[in-house]
Structure formats: C-alpha cells, structure tokens
C-alpha cells in the first residue's frame, strides 16, 4: 500500500514569503505528526494530530506556523513571512491511532530553502 | 522534558563486521524504543522496535536490547553490508505530548566499508 506522501519535495522561496506544505497519510491512519530536521540537527517536534481532538501544538517554533488537517486526513503546514532559519527538511509521520508508543511511519519530507 | 543521548556520532566498519549503536534516556516511565534508518534523501524508515516487556527483539541481522534499570537501549547490525551505510536515530515517546510524538536521539552516521 501507499506510504506518507509529502509534497513538493523540493521547495525554494524567497525570505518572508508563505509556504505550504502537504502530507497525505497513510490510509487509515488516525494519528499524524509533522517534525522538522534542520541540517546537522536531529528530528525535532512540531505538531500533533488525533482524529477531531484539538492539536497538540506545543513543538511550535513561532507564531508564523500553523497546520491543519481537513477531514481528519491531509494535512497542511504553512509558515509565514519565512526566515533563513526556516531552512530545513519537514517530515511528516503517521501512526494507526493516537494511542501512546504506537509506529510511526514517515514521508520523505520536503526540502525547504529560503533564500 | 525527555533527554535521548546517542552514541556514536559516526561509525565505520568493515563489511561483514558487526556494528553496535547506544542510546540512552532520561524517563525511567518510556516503554517503547524504535530504530530509525534514514538514508541520503529519504525520510527515516522504522527498522526495528521493542517494547519494555521484553529485553531482546530480533529481525534477521538487526536486534535490540533493553536494559531498563540502567535506562539504556542498543541496536545491533550483524554481518553488515554496504547497503546498511546509512543515518541511523534512536527515539523515545516525549513525556511532553503525552508520549505520542518522539524525542530523537541526534544520530548515528555508519559507513559500511566494502
């Protein structure tokens, strides 16, 4: 069956433009997880997704990030008015619930540069 | 919040040897540890977890251990091939979302040598 799919895969944009980015889970999946891995850097937390409850938003790095997730399916990361620090790999991950200690299972990112 | 300390930074062996990563954690209250592997371009793909009720969990040539007195888990890669070269992470469930997301290790760069 079909993984996470992200997209795009490769994005670059100018500073304090608004970006989007997609994850598609997988098929089923009620949990998802978006992370972002900045170069050198481990995978760091940002938000959190189970079902119709409210996000668990506490891995934020700033007011200019934001996501949601229509439908309890495809989600949307969006940060605006972009800085150079923003340049990183987001990952998007799933889980089949949102039960504790539950497998995640991750996209390829997408690759964003701000210029 | 959780602290995940992983060691080696990088590692190199030769093929057919046999390559050991560490981790160790902070929440003696963690009862799961996956095994992430990332290569170049990819997202990190689930190669093996283990959950606290059990010390050892074997997959062909990879295993786990636990130790949860001495808070601290390992991977082990036997007979390596130049096909397990890769970005290689720990993680545990962050007491900080409920432990739902993970806490990474900061990972573990091994190079098979041919």
């Known amino acids: 069956g079909a993984g996470v799919s992200q997209s795009p895969s490769n994005k670059v944009t100018e500073k304090g433009k608004d970006v989007e980015l997609r994850c598609d889970p997988i098929?089923?999946?009620?949990?998802l997880y978006w992370y972002r891995q900045s170069l050198g850097q481990g995978l760091e937390f940002l938000i959190y997704f189970q079902g119709n409850s409210a996000p668990d938003k506490s891995g934020l790095p700033s007011d200019r990030f934001s996501a949601e997730r229509t439908g309890g399916s495809v989600s949307t990361l969006t940060i605006q008015r972009t800085q150079q620090e923003d340049s990183a790999v987001y990952l998007c991950a799933s889980s089949p619930s949102g039960t504790a200690n539950q497998p995640q299972h991750f996209g390829d990112g997408t690759r964003l540069s701000i210029l | 919040g959780e602290n995940v300390e992983q060691h080696p930074s990088t590692l190199s062996v030769q093929e057919g040897d046999s390559a050991v990563i560490k981790c160790t954690y902070s929440d003696s209250a963690s009862n799961y540890f996956p095994w992430y592997k990332q290569e170049l371009g990819k997202g990190p793909q689930l190669i093996i977890d283990?959950?606290?009720?059990?010390g050892e969990k074997k997959d062909q040539r990879i295993a786990v251990t636990l130790n949860k007195t001495a808070k601290h888990f390992s991977l082990h890669i036997t007979e390596t091939q130049p096909e397990d070269s890769a970005v290689y992470f720990c993680?545990?469930?962050?007491?900080?979302?409920?432990?739902?997301?993970?806490?990474f290790g900061s990972g573990t760069r091994l190079q098979v040598q041919p």
């Open positions: 993680a545990v469930p962050s007491i900080d979302t409920g432990r739902r997301a993970l806490t």
């Open positions: 283990i959950r606290s009720n059990v």
């Open positions: 098929s089923g999946h009620t949990a």
